[in-house]
C-alpha cells in the first residue's frame, strides 16, 4: 500500500493525505499479529458518487474494486462456477 502511494497514485490514491500505524506493530512489538493501519483522505465527486453508488447496492459484496472499477458489481459467490 504505501509503496502505490509513494510511487504518485493515480485515483482515488491521490486523494490520500496520510497514513497513520497504530497498535502492537507501533509500539515495537516482536511479533505483532496485524498491522493497523488509519488513512486520512479527502472526497472529491468521483469518492462521493463511488459511496452512494455502495450504499444503493446493498453493501461491500458489492464495493467495486480500486482504482480499476467498473459500473457493475461482481457476480456472486460461485455465480457461474462449474464443477
Do not use: C, H, N
Amino acid at each position: 500500500m504505501l509503496q502505490r502511494l509513494d510511487e504518485g497514485g493515480s485515483w482515488p490514491l491521490e486523494l490520500v493525505d496520510a497514513v497513520y500505524v497504530f497498535g502492537s506493530y507501533a509500539r515495537g512489538a516482536l511479533e505483532p499479529g496485524d498491522v493497523d493501519v488509519a488513512v486520512d483522505f479527502r472526497q472529491d465527486e468521483r469518492m462521493k458518487q463511488r459511496t452512494v453508488a455502495y450504499l444503493v447496492s446493498g453493501g461491500i459484496s458489492a464495493w467495486p474494486t480500486w482504482p480499476a472499477a467498473t459500473t457493475s458489481p461482481p457476480p456472486p459467490s460461485g455465480a457461474g462456477a462449474t464443477s
